[in-house]
């Protein structure tokens, strides 16, 4: 089982006391890179839900600089304490309530008392929560708690609450420890961190606009805030009033000057001055260690380095991507920035100069509404284990599955990437060849003002020196101006085939068949065809490639790819299809639609019937070649998701792999997974000749697992159980196997069938008529009859 | 351009083989990435990086490393099932041992001067429980690679160790110089002696069962194969010659089970591959070869040494009998490039060399570089307009029989396609209901595609419907002469290509030309081809009226004594049929019994379509 893709950019890395290693949340774990080589070198693993915070241990000495402590938490509630060179956990302590946020003043405000590092009663947590008794009722109350534990006690009581609001925000803490706040809409709260044991005071700092990011001056009483409309604001003097050190000072400081320039209201600030550069909201803020500096970064992707005494800009273009976080190293030299596309480039300090970056899986690119549930942006070479996905950028990447490494990527349209910019151009799909040579996209070019769409298809032909693709053929307005809605690829052959929602699907194919060098091939359109002028809105060739199936709305016809023959046409459902998919050599065809009424249908090509169908919304289907093995992906309902005997069963993942075996309605196998939404799923065929499933979920996480072996099952029980055994874990986002206990494995089996409800509604009988076997199929003066009245009916639903 | 040979160039896999390691004895070493084939890291100056500047003096530069050998491994770690460390094991000409962790980059451990005078080779095995490097003063040395401690030290030989390899099991080491011996490793016993190199042996590897090491020296142009397990004095079991001395040789598979499958590459960087069940036929077998193509000679004489050319390769697995995978780094060494490829045994193989990391001159470049982009970005566009020539949809499939003649033609291939085509055509009529109801409407009195050329012909005659032959005769007399001449020629086609039944046609034309035969004799010197037509077709029946009255008369007896036998008799029947076989035949010539006998029949017809109503 191979689990990968996951995402770098959750949380805040955090360089090692050295700045040799580099440590990243990855789901789950946390994985250390080291920023040498940029190769991972280890990982922490033992919480079972996303590491939302990891603070290192800071070294005071130069003597404690090899010193591998963290401290991370996660929101499976626990708080944990790591030995990263080991790797060794330490300590856990269990907050029960998701922690999305941590800081731990004592350990950077008390470098000097290196002795004291785990003196108990100094060791203080803020940690920002989330209060899920409140959660469940679905109450309007404000559920983000900002509360103070004390991690010397194995068991954490409920802690003194500081704030609430109505989401958990994240903590940001002063490089010196002295303070911390969080930002809450227009507002900064901020409070000192008391030095005894008495309660720490607060303050607020108040803007216009929502604040986005905050940061603290290492040294001096200075608050840099960026906004949603890319202002920064740099406060000076704050909490002088309010947050004063010893009540003496209190008394000498509380004079009321109003004339602070810039500063709203009552706060206690000195003055307010504000910084204009950035277009977009400002996401990422953060002093130089020195304190000479505030870097600043938000939507366009560009480092903005300030000189805190005049303003002076220095900047990292280019860098192609929101950013999200910048986090400097213990050594001057080094600093990291971390971006939105799962890439974190490691920086050459002064020069500001891209060293290295460590990058992931690119995450999904966000469509617009339109083409949501409707867009393929997932394609799998099955021989190799290569996935390409669309990612933000008009790019596909190229990712190995097999390697979890990226390998190129492939710009699909001409225009440059802003990150800033509005989307205008919107690829909609990708697929993949059988034997991963072609490569086909279709991109939209969305109208400005209602002028000026485009719709393209575009072939590419794969290069293996380079381990990319370049472009072959395109095809400007291939259907129209209707948008294509599937492309498929021939099993053995150059052809593809793409539908559109106009009401005809053409049959492309490469001329690099019938001679000429590799080079020169071109696609041209070898076939039109149409059905009744209705929208095609899914296609997929036989096993065999010499039957090609067309959804035309709902009805499955079924077409001689050569010639372009009618060959039949298959009986309607009730919801438009959106994915077909032959289960691999059989006669089995299975469809699936999903508006309004979801539904997954097996029909037998050689009937012309439908076999079974259930009640279920698919997100993805594939088959195996070779047997008549099919595996959907389907989302589990919402109600029967929060049923409370199944709760445990399900425990927050939202869809199910099913493994099918031809004709047998009853799956053979059932994997929940996570993030099922935008997910996708395919069998890797590799050269062992052994059947692997690959799936992506809806943020490119995946994992790759053998659905038939036997060994698998068990060997991924045993891997389960000795997680729960040694780190009480489970898998986060990602499949998680179920072993072949008897009496669970019924019960989920029961669980599959309760959940599958019958195709057959018994207020319509016509449509019950066609499904069945053909031999008891009534006479057709019978027939007739039925069939004109549910025509009728049909059209009297429309009517109503 | 710095001329590098090949036999100089240092290069590692991974285990996994998705990094390859690769250094061009400048003591600097790339670790390229063969997924995304771009330099992952370099290790340049590991040695003063560290704080070993102790041991090394300091100002030392990277450039007096001198790397004489390296194998990748990775240390697997028993406590958790996570990455284990990969090191990298280099041997210096300076005889250092070093272990450089790959993924940190930072170097594991040292064992200073462990060979006076180099060390040559390191080797492990598969497990990697320990690692034995030998050098230029005969000695052998156990190290642990997880801590770099010296286990144990041996003397192997009285000359230098030139090279050594452990069998995949760890069992056996062979070690050799000019000759090639073989140790057990656990308590270091010779076991054999081969002798037959004359120089130093550069490459020793064994099967992947242990049971044969190959080796090959120095200068030499072929790759000896050794039995580890045969008699004390033995000669080579085979010899595989090349055209090239070889630097590298691999092996995969098993004498008993898989056959056994070799690879080498030469100092030309050609890689080689031999394939055989067992050593005999692996000592026949011819080399396949993979090499670069060298199509460009202006280039090789302008970057003299610096051409493309096969300097890694791995085998990886076994496909089917006769082919293997392959990895294989080709390219220059500045830019590799990595594929996987199939090898199959009898197919020499030529890999098309990339100029990438080429460095051309200016004037050559523009024009190149235009070139090559013209042929690589050649990139076809289709506007609108691209459908002209496609394919249009062949609208409607309702007749049984075009699809039958269709269908086994489509799906030759699979039998489950022409399956389902049988199906299609059985149950066509029976599901796609709506289609059927309209389709009846068309196909309505059409049973032949042949009939609709004529229809325009014989418009306003129903062909089916027995007409009595009184009305018959009316319906001729009311046709004009001319579009009863056009019918007739029709009602001769039709027949000729037996579109019809005699049957329904006969009477038709009969009354044609009783009544129109003024016309038709105007008409002569024309339509003689068509009355022509007629007399031969009218001939070649009657020659078989003969046997076909023979057939009817033994019939009648049959079906006569049969019905007594039932005691049943329907002989009218057989006799209503003899008479309408007839009736096609002798029209002109027995006119009045037939028409006799056809009223019978539409008599018997009729009463028949009774019975079968009621």
């Known amino acids: ?800 | 351009m710095n001329l590098v040979n090949i036999k100089d160039v240092l290069t590692s896999f991974s285990p996994a083989l998705d990094y390859l390691a690769l250094s061009t004895g400048d003591g600097r070493i790339k670790i390229w990435d063969t997924v995304k084939g771009q330099v992952q890291t370099e290790f340049a100056d590991i040695a003063s990086a560290e704080e070993t500047n102790i041991y090394t003096n300091g100002g030392k530069g990277h450039l007096s490393v001198d790397y004489t050998c390296m194998k990748w491994l990775s240390l697997e770690r028993k406590k958790k099932r996570k990455l284990g460390t990969s090191i990298l094991v280099l041997g210096t000409g300076g005889g250092d041992v070093l272990a450089l962790d790959v993924a940190s980059g930072q170097l594991k451990w040292r064992i200073s001067d462990c060979h006076p005078g180099g060390v040559n080779a390191v080797s492990s095995s598969t497990k990697a429980s320990c690692i034995y490097s030998g050098g230029a003063d005969g000695m052998v040395c156990e190290i642990d690679p997880n801590s770099g401690n010296l286990i144990r030290k041996f003397k192997a030989s009285t000359k230098a160790v030139s090279s050594l390899s452990v069998s995949p099991d760890g069992k056996i080491l062979a070690t050799a110089s000019a000759q090639l011996k073989t140790f057990n490793c656990s308590d270091l016993k010779k076991i054999h002696k081969f002798t037959g190199h004359p120089g130093g042996v550069r490459c020793v590897a064994f099967t992947e069962d242990g049971k044969y090491v190959l080796s090959s020296a120095v200068g030499e142009r072929y790759i000896a194969v050794w039995k580890t397990d045969g008699a004390k004095k033995q000669s080579a079991s085979c010899v595989l010659a090349l055209e090239h001395p070889p630097v590298f040789v691999d092996s995969w598979g098993e004498t008993d089970k898989m056959g056994l499958y070799v690879l080498a590459i030469s100092e030309v960087g050609v890689c080689y591959f031999w394939y055989g069940s067992n050593v005999e036929e692996l000592g026949n077998a011819k080399p396949t070869k993979v090499s670069l193509a060298t199509e460009d000679s202006s280039l090789k004489q302008q970057h003299k040494g610096s051409l493309p050319v096969i300097f890694a390769a791995k085998l990886q697995g076994v496909l089917k009998p006769g082919s293997a995978n392959a990895f294989i780094a080709s390219g220059l060494l500045v830019k590799p490039s990595f594929q996987k490829m199939l090898l199959q045994f009898g197919n020499d193989l030529v890999l098309n060399a990339s100029k990438n990391g080429v460095l051309l001159p200016i004037t050559q470049s523009v024009s190149k570089s235009k070139k090559g982009q013209g042929v690589q970005n050649k990139v076809t566009t289709l506007d609108r307009a691209h459908a002209e020539d496609a394919l249009l949809p062949i609208a409607r499939v309702a007749d049984l029989q075009e699809k039958k003649s269709v269908q086994p033609h489509s799906s030759d291939k699979d039998t489950d396609m022409i399956e389902q085509s049988q199906a299609v055509s059985d149950y066509v009529e029976t599901f796609s209901m709506e289609d059927k109801l309209r389709s009846l409407g068309i196909l309505k009195g059409t049973n032949e595609p042949s009939n609709l050329s004529y229809a325009s012909a014989i418009d306003g005659i129903d062909l089916e419907a027995y007409l009595p032959p009184k009305k018959l005769k009316s319906a001729v007399l009311s046709m004009e002469p001319s579009t009863a001449f056009k019918t007739l020629e029709a009602l001769a086609s039709m027949w000729q290509t037996r579109g019809c039944g005699g049957r329904y046609l006969l009477p038709w034309i009969y009354s044609i030309m009783v009544t129109h035969s003024h016309y038709i004799m105007s008409r002569e010197p024309k339509n003689h081809q068509l009355l022509s037509i007629l007399h031969k077709i009218t001939k070649s029946r009657t020659i078989a009226l003969q046997q076909l009255l023979q057939l009817s008369g033994r019939l009648q007896l049959v079906t006569a004594q049969i019905n007594k036998a039932v005691g049943n008799e329907t002989q009218t029947r057989v006799h209503e049929q003899e008479i309408d076989d007839e009736s096609e035949d002798e029209e002109e010539d027995v006119e009045e019994h037939f028409y006799g006998e056809n009223d019978n029949e539409s008599e018997l017809s009729s009463d028949e379509g009774e019975d079968k109503g009621k």
């Open chain 1, 1 to 800: 089982m191979i689990r990968g893709g996951r995402s770098y950019v959750t949380s805040a890395p955090s360089f090692s006391n050295d700045a040799k290693k580099l440590l990243v949340c990855t789901g789950n774990t946390v994985s250390v890179f080291s920023a040498a080589t940029g190769l991972q070198i280890t990982s922490l693993e033992g919480h079972t839900a996303q590491v939302t915070t990891l603070i290192v241990v800071p070294a005071s000495s130069a003597a404690q600089k090899i010193l591998c402590y963290c401290w991370t938490a996660s929101l499976d509630g626990t708080i944990r304490h790591w030995d990263f060179s080991g790797p060794e956990l330490l300590q856990t302590i269990n907050a029960q309530v998701p922690i999305y946020s941590m800081v731990i003043p004592s350990l950077l405000s008390e470098p000097q008392q290196t002795d004291k590092r785990y003196d108990s009663s100094k060791l203080v947590a803020y940690v920002s929560v989330e209060d899920t008794s409140l959660v469940r009722e679905g109450s309007t109350e404000l559920r983000g708690h900002i509360r103070r534990f004390n991690l010397a006690k194995e068991r954490l009581p409920r802690g003194d609450t500081l704030k609430e609001t109505e989401e958990p925000k994240s903590i940001v803490i002063s490089p010196s420890g002295e303070f911390f706040g969080i930002r809450h809409k227009c507002k900064i709260h901020v409070w000192d961190v008391p030095s005894g044991g008495s309660v720490s005071k607060k303050m607020t700092l108040h803007h216009t606009k929502v604040i986005n990011a905050f940061a603290f001056h290492p040294t001096e009483r200075i608050i840099a805030a960026g906004d949603v409309t890319g202002r920064v604001l740099i406060w000076r003097g704050f909490g002088n009033r309010k947050l004063a050190l010893g009540s003496q000072k209190k008394n000498a400081r509380a004079m009321v000057d109003l004339d602070n320039p810039g500063v709203r209201d009552e706060d206690d600030a000195e003055s307010c001055t504000t910084w204009h550069w950035h277009s977009a909201e400002v996401n990422v803020l953060n002093f130089s260690s020195d304190g000479a500096y505030l870097y600043s970064g938000g939507r366009e992707g560009v480092l903005v380095v300030w000189q805190l005494d005049t303003g002076k800009k220095k900047f990292l273009p280019r860098i192609g991507s929101p950013l999200l976080y910048f986090i400097w190293s213990p050594e001057p030299t080094l600093s990291s920035v971390v971006c939105a596309d799962n890439q974190i480039h490691l920086l050459k300090m002064p020069s500001m100069e891209i060293l290295r970056t460590i990058s992931g899986i690119k995450p999904p690119p966000s469509l617009p509404k339109m083409y949501e549930g409707l867009s393929s942006t997932v394609a799998f070479d099955r021989s190799s284990g290569i996935a390409a996905l669309c990612t933000e950028n008009y790019c596909v990447q190229l990712y190995n599955l097999l390697n979890d490494r990226g390998i190129s990527e492939v710009q699909v349209c001409e225009r440059n990437h802003q990150p800033g910019d509005e989307i205008t151009v919107v690829v909609t799909a990708v697929a993949l060849s059988l034997d991963g040579s072609v490569m086909s996209t279709t991109e939209v070019k969305l109208p400005e003002d209602g002028i000026g769409g485009l719709v393209s298809l575009k072939f590419w032909e794969s290069e293996p020196d380079s381990k990319t693709f370049t472009l072959s053929t395109i095809v400007y307005e291939p259907h129209k101006d209707a948008g294509i809605s599937a492309i498929a690829f021939h099993p053995t052959r150059s052809m593809a085939v793409s539908t559109s929602f106009g009401g005809d699907f053409k049959i492309w194919v490469s001329n690099s068949d019938k001679s000429q060098t590799d080079k020169d091939s071109s696609w041209i359109c070898h076939a039109v065809g149409s059905y009744k002028k209705k929208p095609m809105t899914a296609a997929a060739f036989s096993g065999d490639g010499t039957v090609l199936a067309v959804a035309a709305e709902n009805v499955i016809t079924l077409w001689n790819p050569d010639k372009n023959i009618l060959l039949s046409v298959l009986g309607a459902t009730l919801t438009p299809i959106t994915k077909l998919c032959f289960a691999g050599k059989s006669e089995f065809l299975v469809a699936a639609s999903h508006f309004p009424k979801p539904e997954l249908s097996v029909w037998n090509t050689s009937k012309l019937s439908s076999s079974w169908s259930y009640g279920l919304r698919i997100e993805a289907i594939t088959s195996a070649l070779d047997s008549s093995t099919f595996a959907v992906l389907a989302l589990v309902p919402k109600i029967f998701r929060k049923s409370k005997s199944k709760k445990n069963v399900f425990r927050g993942r939202d869809g199910a792999i099913l493994l099918f075996n031809g004709s047998d309605p009853k799956p053979v196998s059932i994997w929940t997974v996570m993030k099922a939404e935008g997910g996708s799923i395919s069998f890797l065929e590799g050269d062992k000749s052994q059947l692997r499933l690959a799936y992506v979920n809806g943020s490119h996480e995946y994992v790759v697992f053998d659905p038939n072996s036997d060994e698998t099952h068990e060997r991924s029980a045993a891997d389960y159980e000795g997680l729960v055994g040694e780190e009480e874990t489970g898998d986060f986002g990602y499949t998680s196997m179920y072993g072949e206990l008897p009496d669970y494995d019924k019960k989920r089996k029961e669980d599959a069938e309760s959940l599958v409800t019958p195709f057959v509604s018994s207020e319509r009988p016509w449509e019950t008529i066609f499904s069945g076997s053909t031999l008891n199929f009534p006479p057709l003066q019978k027939l007739c009859g039925e069939f004109f009245e549910s025509l009728m009916e049909k059209s009297n639903s429309v009517v109503e």
